[in-house]
């Protein structure tokens, strides 16, 4: 993930952005059914399932509940998958859970969350978080583009038209692909799943500076992300010297 990326760099690893493949975060945050109405004092109290070491999630869920609550959770509790997520709501140990699909769709579907933020659509994301976020990506080390340039090219190309037939599939297309999601005995929740990411993923590969520079600062301006103020965009995108066509 970019996140991520970029820490590495801070912490000195000399690595270049290839790729920028999601624009959005894919997730969202729900409160289990059998809650009250969502109050300052329930968020207060809260414990919030995140997944195991994305600290990123938390970050960008204690945010938007902030903006629209007014509080920021305290109590965090990471949870290692999906089944354990789901059984954590279930037995009443968290009480909101901030996470992605398959799972968030399905228990909306079956009644057992409702849904506070949805960063699984582009446009409410981007309205939420003020400019997409690059999240999803590719980085070879920087040597690459001189020691394998046609193969990386050759590579965004597949990529360039790999999300064009992303963006533009019918669902007759998509629903053949179920399995790779873990969905091939319930392509309709594929389909779900798939149609309310579309629009997350990027529709050119090729780096932006100006995203790279937007999401920098989006980061630096989260909880705790006074590190990311250090870091220079310059050390993220790829030589100068090279192209991408």
């Known amino acids: 993930s970019f996140d991520r990326l970029v820490r590495r760099v801070l912490g000195g690893a ?31 109290a809260a414990r919030v399932g995140v997944p195991l070491g994305q600290d990123m999630a938390a970050r960008l869920a204690g945010w938007v509940l902030g903006q629209g609550w007014g509080v920021v ?9 999906p089944a354990a997520a ?18 968030l769709t399905r228990l909306e579907r079956e009644g057992a969350l409702r849904l506070l933020v949805d960063l699984r659509h582009l446009q409410q994301s981007q309205r939420l978080l003020g400019a997409p976020l690059l999240c999803a990506c590719l980085a070879v080390a920087p040597a690459a583009f001189d020691t394998h340039g046609e193969a990386l090219r050759h590579l965004l190309l597949a990529l360039r038209r790999t999300l064009a037939w992303l963006h533009t599939a019918e669902s007759v297309d998509l629903a ?10 319930d392509r309709a929740g594929f389909l779900r799943v798939l149609e309310r990411l ?19 600062r989006l ?22 010297a090279w192209s991408a066509v």
């Open 14 to 44: 000399d690595l270049r952005l290839l790729a920028a493949l999601v624009r959005a975060p894919q997730f969202g945050v729900g409160v289990a059914a059998r809650a009250g109405p969502v109050q300052a004092a329930l968020l207060r």
């Open 176 to 185: 053949r692909h179920a399995d790779l999601a873990g969905l091939a005995h």
């Open 198 to 216: 579309r629009a997350t993923y990027s529709v050119e590969p090729a780096v932006d500076p100006a995203a790279v520079r937007q999401s920098l």
């Open 86 to 103: 789901e059984e954590a709501l279930a037995r009443g140990t968290v009480q909101l859970l901030a996470w992605g699909d398959p799972l």
């Open 219 to 240: 980061l630096a301006s989260l909880p705790g992300g006074v590190a990311y103020q250090a870091a220079d965009p310059q050390r993220l995108l790829p030589p100068r």
């Open 73 to 81: 959770p305290a109590q965090w509790w990471p949870l290692e998958g």
